[in-house]
């Protein structure tokens, strides 16, 4: 009956004199990864809404005579890389600068903490 307690992290117990674990290395420009990732995708939109026109042409009683390529060619040109340019925007703003360490934020003691002001 000498078993040891359970515990209830997955991780093994560290010696209390050991170096914490190295986290892996962040990647090397999330800030230009979501700015391109943004534009990527306003892009997509774009050529989603090219396709949406076409076929709202196409089905159009009177769309035989309507042109609206150069509408879809001003959607593919401009309004997609705009979209794009503000969703990367967006997405480059909500990267941190540095990821949290969640072991960390785990095992803080209230001195960690900083100190409450009251108003």
Do not use: C, K, W
């Not at 991780?11 to 999330?30: H, I």
């Amino acid at each position: 009956m000498n078993e040891p307690p359970p515990q209830d992290s997955h991780e093994p117990a560290a010696a209390p004199d050991s170096q914490p674990a190295p986290r892996p290395p962040l990647p090397p420009d999330r800030r230009a990864q979501a700015l391109f990732s943004g534009v990527l995708a306003g892009i997509g939109i774009a050529i989603g809404l090219a396709v949406v026109m076409h076929v709202i042409q196409e089905a159009s009683p009177i769309g035989y005579g309507i042109n609206i390529d150069g509408s879809v060619f001003l959607v593919l040109l401009l309004a997609g890389p705009v979209i794009g340019l503000g969703l990367g925007m967006g997405l480059a703003a909500v990267v941190p600068d540095r990821t949290a360490d969640v072991a960390a934020s785990h095992h803080a003691t209230p001195t960690d903490q900083p100190p409450v002001t009251s108003a």
